[in-house]
Nanobody, 126 residues
Framework: QVQLVESGGGLVEAGGSLTLSCASSGSDNFNNYAMGWFRQAPGEERRYVAGISWTGIITSYAESVKGRFTISRDYVKNTVSLEMNSLKPDDTAVYYC??????????????????WGQGAHVTVAS
């Protein structure tokens, strides 16, 4: 099973930017899998943020981040990134990388994903 490791979290002021990255912990390769990002704010459930198909052609975003966040993947580095711009205090959460289906184009809902990394903390100060 592919083990996912997130990096790039931290503290940023409102209006600022951060880019999160997700890689596999060993030699596992997730290039043939759909991938996604979720987040969990304090006291709330984990929520879908964005998804990208195994080909990278299809992307999907939650309404709350559309136009501000961009998901992408690098097949050479075997990584998935989430570029976050115009950050707001409401974006404060633990962000999780997620593994989707094998060679899947279905990236629109939490049901499309089945395992997550340990998370990266993102704090947006007002």
């Amino acid at each position: 099973q592919v083990q996912l490791v997130e990096s790039g979290g931290g503290l940023v002021e409102a209006g600022g930017s951060l880019t999160l990255s997700c890689a596999s912990s060993g030699s596992d390769n997730f290039n043939n899998y759909a991938m996604g990002w979720f987040r969990q704010a304090p006291g709330e459930e984990r929520r879908y943020v964005a998804g990208i198909s195994w080909t990278g052609i299809i992307t999907s975003y939650a309404e709350s981040v559309k136009g501000r966040f961009t998901i992408s993947r690098d097949y050479v580095k075997n990584t998935v990134s989430l570029e976050m711009n115009s950050l707001k205090p409401d974006d404060t959460a633990v962000y999780y990388c997620a593994l989707g289906g094998f060679r899947s184009d279905s990236v629109y809902s939490p049901a499309d994903f089945r395992s997550w990394g340990q998370g990266a903390h993102v704090t947006v100060a007002s």
